[in-house]
């Protein structure tokens, strides 16, 4: 056996080498039904949180005016929000449904 350096660091190859990738091998484990069910749910939030900023962009719109902004040309101010549950390919997801005090919050996302 020679010693060999990688990184500053001195090892020993020999015929050990294979075994040790083979041990390796067998202690990462993948499971592919873990993964599936981890991107599920990231999908699942990522259309919950865009369905969700779409709403509030809409409410914006309608005011003429940012949540909290005071300015001349505002049209009306929000009162709250509603949650209500939508079924997607992606899972349920919880929209949180802006209400304004005088105009009808009507929205063609949902």
């Known amino acids: 056996m020679e010693p060999t350096t990688q990184e500053g660091k001195q090892h020993e190859t020999g015929p050990e080498g294979p075994q040790q990738a ?14 599936q069910e981890h991107l599920g749910e990231v999908v699942r939030s990522t259309v919950e949180e865009t369905l969700n ?17 005071r300015t001349e040309a505002r049209k009306d101010t929000r009162a ?14 919880t929209l949180k449904v802006p209400k304004l005090r005088t105009l009808p919050f009507e929205t063609a996302i949902i």
């Open 80 to 93: 709250g929000s509603y949650q209500q549950q939508l079924h997607t390919k992606a899972g349920e997801v």
């Open 22 to 35: 083979r041990k390796l091998s067998q202690v990462i484990q993948i499971d592919e039904g873990k993964i």
């Open 53 to 69: 900023a779409m709403l509030d962009a809409e409410a914006d719109r309608l005011c003429c005016a940012e949540r909290y902004e």
